[in-house]
């Protein structure tokens, strides 16, 4: 397009998305750099055959949320702590309205219908269940876990990425996805290193931003005010990537950025949030 419009091709593309979109953007600096010169991943899935995966992740939420509800939101019931234990993050109450049930009415089943159909299309969804959907078990039963190898990420990045995802997100908990991610990177790094495969300097740079209270959903924030709005900090992390690229600036250290703060040269934080939420 850019070629027929203007005579000649872009002298730099980057690839941006969010949520599935930020999935592709890191498939797009795994697999084609003659394509891509660096990209922002914004809160991406991760895809793997191995847990952690949606198709993990998303059953205990489904089985569980039921009699978290019945319990009137209560973070001391059974069900409350099953969730979290599965990964998520902690649940927000507004008087009748909580995060994570705005989460299971708009997000969670819909999402598992929608993997699980792909990928393992033999399991009978209606009658077995979504919440009871046992990813390990099916490995011997179906061909889902060659089917999610097909299309993982390997963290082989080739062109320089950034990642930025919150803390708060209830449909990619942090931990099973931005951090999963940035887990895959670092090996694949080491990998190289131990292969002795070049400098290190030369490796694609790599930085994972956490936003403290970040939401996957940036309209939640209407219901529940203690979100963070990701997308400045996606709009920064673009900045910083096109600097790095086309200028050769240095990316700022991985680092978690407070709420109402923004991506620093010198982190207060650096690396992970030590909290999920910050009243």
Same mark, same amino acid.
Request: proline letters at 7%; charged letters at 20%.
């Given at each position: 397009?850019?070629?027929?419009?203007?005579?000649?091709?872009?002298?730099? +593309? /980057?690839?941006? @998305? $969010?949520?599935?979109?930020? !999935?592709?953007? =890191?498939?797009?600096?795994?697999?084609?750099?003659?394509? #891509?010169?660096?990209?922002?991943?914004?809160?991406?899935?991760?895809?793997?055959?191995?847990?952690?995966?949606?198709?993990?992740?998303?059953?205990?939420?489904?089985?569980?949320?039921?009699?978290?509800?019945?319990?009137?939101?209560?973070?001391?019931?059974?069900?409350?702590?099953?969730?979290?234990?599965?990964?998520?993050?902690?649940?927000?109450?507004?008087?009748?309205?909580?995060?994570?049930?705005?989460?299971?009415?708009?997000?969670?089943?819909?999402?598992?219908?929608?993997?699980?159909?792909?990928?393992?299309?033999?399991?009978? +969804? /209606?009658?077995? @269940? $979504?919440?009871?959907?046992? !990813?390990?078990? =099916?490995?011997?039963?179906?061909?889902?876990?060659?089917? #999610?190898?097909?299309?993982?990420?390997?963290?082989?990045?080739?062109?320089?990425?950034?990642?930025?995802?919150?803390?708060?997100?209830?449909?990619?908990?942090?931990?099973?996805?931005?951090?999963?991610?940035?887990?895959?990177?670092?090996?694949?790094?080491?990998?190289?290193?131990?292969?002795?495969?070049?400098?290190?300097?030369?490796?694609?740079?790599?930085?994972?931003?956490?936003?403290?209270?970040?939401?996957?959903?940036?309209?939640?924030?209407?219901?529940?005010?203690?979100?963070?709005?990701?997308?400045?900090?996606?709009?920064?992390?673009?900045?910083?990537?096109?600097?790095?690229?086309?200028?050769?600036?240095?990316?700022?250290?991985?680092?978690?950025?407070?709420?109402?703060?923004?991506?620093?040269?010198?982190?207060?934080?650096?690396?992970?949030?030590?909290?999920?939420?910050?009243?």
């Amino acid at each position: 397009g850019v070629k027929a419009g203007y005579g000649r091709h872009p002298r730099y +593309t /980057y690839a941006v @998305g $969010t949520s599935n979109g930020g !999935y592709q953007v =890191r498939r797009a600096v795994e697999l084609a750099p003659d394509l #891509f010169d660096g990209g922002v991943d914004w809160e991406g899935t991760f895809v793997d055959a191995h847990a952690p995966n949606l198709l993990t992740d998303l059953p205990p939420a489904i089985l569980n949320f039921p009699d978290y509800a019945a319990s009137g939101f209560n973070p001391a019931s059974t069900a409350a702590k099953n969730i979290q234990a599965a990964g998520y993050p902690p649940d927000i109450v507004a008087g009748a309205a909580s995060l994570w049930s705005s989460y299971n009415a708009q997000f969670w089943e819909v999402t598992q219908c929608q993997w699980q159909k792909r990928l393992d299309l033999a399991y009978d +969804t /209606y009658v077995s @269940g $979504t919440g009871t959907y046992n !990813y390990v078990s =099916r490995l011997s039963f179906s061909d889902v876990g060659t089917q #999610f190898a097909a299309f993982a990420t390997t963290g082989e990045i080739r062109r320089p990425l950034i990642t930025v995802a919150g803390t708060m997100d209830a449909l990619l908990p942090i931990d099973h996805h931005a951090r999963a991610y940035a887990r895959k990177v670092a090996a694949a790094k080491h990998k190289r290193h131990d292969h002795g495969d070049g400098n290190d300097e030369r490796r694609p740079a790599y930085r994972l931003y956490e936003v403290q209270n970040g939401n996957h959903i940036e309209t939640f924030q209407d219901t529940f005010p203690q979100l963070e709005l990701l997308e400045p900090h996606a709009q920064r992390a673009f900045d910083l990537i096109v600097q790095q690229v086309e200028r050769g600036a240095t990316l700022p250290p991985d680092q978690c950025v407070p709420r109402g703060g923004s991506i620093a040269d010198a982190p207060v934080q650096p690396g992970h949030c030590a909290s999920l939420f910050v009243p």
